[in-house]
């Protein structure tokens, strides 16, 4: 069994900074891609940014310049610093991760439960 669980997000006013984090555990082998994406109120859910195992990164356009993905292998989790944030980013960030479980012979996806960004003033 392998779980995904985020911690860090809350209330923040427009053109602060919160840090997402999302760990993995359970029975793993290997860990390749973590993200995170966001879905908002009536939006479909999408990119904010992926890291591969070897540290390469993507972010969604409107958070690049002000987001920062990071992962930490030892721990198997990965970060999201978010800075200068606006009422626009308000929405649940869901983890996800492309997991090799120890009983699989293929990568799966893993998602997080999601945690609530409110940006308002």
């Known amino acids: 069994q392998v779980q995904l669980v985020e911690s860090g997000g809350g209330l923040v006013q427009p053109g602060g900074s919160l840090r997402l984090s999302c760990a993995a555990s359970?029975?793993?082998?290997?860990?390749?891609?973590m993200g995170w994406y966001r879905q908002a109120p009536g939006k479909q859910r999408e990119l904010v940014a992926t890291i591969t195992s070897g540290g390469s990164t993507k972010y969604g356009d409107s958070v690049k310049g002000r987001f920062t993905i990071s992962r930490d292998n030892a721990k198997n989790t990965v970060y999201l610093q978010m800075n200068s944030l606006n009422p626009e980013d308000t929405a649940v960030y869901y983890c996800?991760?492309?997991?090799?479980?120890?009983?699989?012979?293929?990568?799966?996806?893993?998602w997080g439960q999601g945690t609530q960004v409110t940006i308002s003033s």
């Open positions: 996800n991760a492309v997991i090799i479980p120890r009983t699989a012979w293929s990568s799966q996806s893993y």
């Open positions: 359970g029975s793993i082998y290997r860990i390749n891609d």
